[in-house]
């Protein structure tokens, strides 16, 4: 690591501390020429996840995407931003452990439906409405009767 002050290699690290949520390493270092302290901060590089979409196109794993979705599906109703933030991560989370470097899209909106379906009934049926293309009232009607089946 090069001294932002003198670009000498020659550092030393004087603190190392791991944060919150245990994915980064924040580290206080020395440079061993001028003296001057820096922090660096070490990631795990994150492994790009390609989504295979219903009509066959391929594109990488957008996290805006999805969270513009629930943001939209979950707007004027009372459930916070860290609730769909920590959802999210833990998506992510889950999709980098499965190990493969494609997924379905279809894997993606039922995950997503699942955890609205526990969260609120009316982000649920509004993502549902959207992801499910419904096309009348008598898909809304379906999923409603679906919905009250279940709980």
């Not at 795990?44 to 999805?66: P, Q």
């Not at 894997?107 to 993502?127: P, S």
Request: aromatic fraction near 8%; charge should be positive; glycine fraction near 4%.
């Amino acid at each position: 690591m090069k001294c932002p002050y003198c670009s000498e290699l020659d550092n030393k690290v004087i603190d190392s501390r791991l944060s919150k949520d245990g994915h980064v390493i924040r580290r206080r270092r020395e440079c061993l020429d001028c003296a001057q302290r820096f922090t660096t901060y070490e990631h795990v590089e994150k492994i790009s996840v390609m989504i295979v979409k219903k009509d066959g196109r391929r594109e990488e794993f957008n996290r805006d995407k999805v969270k513009a979705g629930i943001f939209r599906a979950c707007e004027k109703l009372d459930i916070s931003v860290n609730v769909i933030e920590e959802f999210l991560d833990d998506l992510e989370k889950d999709l980098r452990e499965t190990g493969e470097k494609e997924i379905s899209s279809q894997v993606i909106g039922e995950r997503v439906m699942k955890k609205l379906h526990k969260l609120n009934d009316i982000a649920y049926v509004r993502f549902a409405s959207v992801y499910r293309e419904f096309k009348d009232v008598n898909d809304f009607v379906q999923e409603l009767k679906s919905l009250l089946t279940t709980k």
